[in-house]
């Protein structure tokens, strides 16, 4: 046998089938070089290198990949070298060679049918689709072409679909702000308005819905409640009160109770001058109705007070004295204050004399705030009184409870 070496035939633009096969390659990694063409046993890749197996062992290419991607090649046809160190075979042996190995292959994305690659298919298809040369345009090539815009197309469907699904979240985004910030605020102000329309459509109103009255009832005492919560006592009071005007309700007449008491207690502390015409008006109310808690506010708030001062002159009602003489009279001048509102006191006092001795005696009548009890004090016993301090304390009878204490030296 004469073994004969065979060099690749070069894939030119020359060629009538170059455009057609570049087309067919456009998404393939690898770009041909040269016609591939398959002589049984052995073959030759599009990129020159001779094989024997399914892959080619340069670039990767799969043989039956090759074989339906060169079917515009004339297989009746191959190339042969010259004499300079080319293939000489007859073109009868690589006819019969290329046709050995048509059959049915896979390609990578899916099974085809490729029974044509062994075969001339010119006697399947009309006359007017051949080349002039004697080859054909086979159906694969056409199927290669839709597979590769059908790639195209899935991959423009594709981002489309990642910008629609972006639009989704940022609308569901939004709404769910809307949802969840935006229109509770929203109800929330509307829920609270209760404006004269209704009064206008009051008469066109359906049999089936609430009477007018009992809207706005529940509207007051809703939005008192709300006001009530934020501590707007105030306020709250007032949309009772418009509440107890519709209907005289033990439930909202009780929440008034609440909410003065809330109203007392956060201002008892404050100064009387920032304390406004309420605050005692509400303390007087519910210690009449003995509201819980209100008894221990009460008495803070009006307990009795006393100043005292002590001279020796019975109209002098602003001097105040450190000492004075045993001869002397003494008066201690008291003036009460707090109590309350137009009520008057019971006293007693209690004098202690320098030698330690004491006098307890009662005020001969009740007092009330802003009025003075003058006492006056003579010491003329013993007979010889001595010197020292003399101390003098007011009390309320009731309580017992000391209003005030002041004391002088007598020399």
């Keep these: 046998m004469t073994k004969t070496a065979y060099s690749p035939r070069p894939l030119t633009p020359e060629d009538e089938s170059y455009r057609d096969v570049m087309m067919l390659f456009t998404n393939h990694p690898m770009q041909p070089k040269y016609w591939f063409e398959d002589f049984g046993d052995c073959w030759s890749c599009s990129c020159g290198q001779i094989n024997r197996g399914e892959v080619c062992s340069n670039c990767g290419l799969e043989r039956e990949l090759l074989r339906k991607l060169f079917i515009l090649h004339k297989p009746g ?10 293939f000489t075979g007859n073109d009868a042996e690589a006819d019969a060679a290329f046709a050995e190995c048509g059959e049915k292959t896979a390609d990578r994305g899916g099974s085809a049918d490729t029974s044509a690659v062994g075969r001339d298919t010119s006697e399947d298809i009309p006359q007017d689709s051949r080349r002039e040369d004697g080859s ?46 935006a229109l509770p605020n929203h109800q929330q102000r509307t829920a609270l308005r209760t404006s004269a329309a209704r009064d206008v459509l009051s008469h066109s109103l359906p049999a089936g819905l609430a009477p007018l009255e009992d809207i706005r009832f529940d509207a007051f005492v809703r939005a008192g409640d709300a006001e009530y919560n934020s501590k707007n006592y105030e306020q709250a009071l007032e949309y009772y009160q418009k509440a107890l005007d519709l209907y005289a309700d033990t439930d909202v007449q009780q929440k008034v109770l609440t909410t003065k008491f809330g109203y007392v207690t956060a201002n008892m502390n404050k100064d009387s001058q920032d304390q406004d015409e309420h605050f005692e008006e509400y303390l007087n109310e519910l210690h009449k109705k003995r509201y819980p808690g209100i008894q221990e506010i009460y008495r803070r708030y009006f307990s009795w007070k006393a100043v005292i001062l002590v001279n020796n002159d019975l109209e002098d009602e602003s001097s105040d004295v450190e000492t004075l003489s045993r001869s002397e009279p003494i008066y201690f001048h008291s003036t009460l204050s ?74």
């Design 136 to 181: 054909n345009n086979s159906s694969d090539i056409h199927e290669d072409e839709e597979a590769a815009d059908l790639l195209r197309r899935r991959r423009r469907t594709r981002r489309i679909m990642i910008v629609l699904i972006i639009l989704l979240l940022l609308l569901g985004g939004s709404l769910a702000f809307f949802y969840y910030y």
């Design 77 to 86: 046809d191959p190339y042969h070298a010259d004499s300079e160190g080319g």
């Design 338 to 411: 707090g109590g309350p509102p137009d009520d008057a006191v019971a006293l007693y006092y209690e004098i202690i004399w320098p030698d330690g001795t004491s006098d307890r005696n009662n005020v001969p009548s009740s007092r009330g705030a802003g009025e003075t009890v003058t006492t006056r004090c003579d010491y003329t016993f013993p007979a010889t009184p001595q010197e020292g301090r003399l101390i003098f304390k007011l009390f309320n009878s009731d309580t017992h409870q000391m209003l005030g204490t002041d004391s002088v030296w007598l020399n």
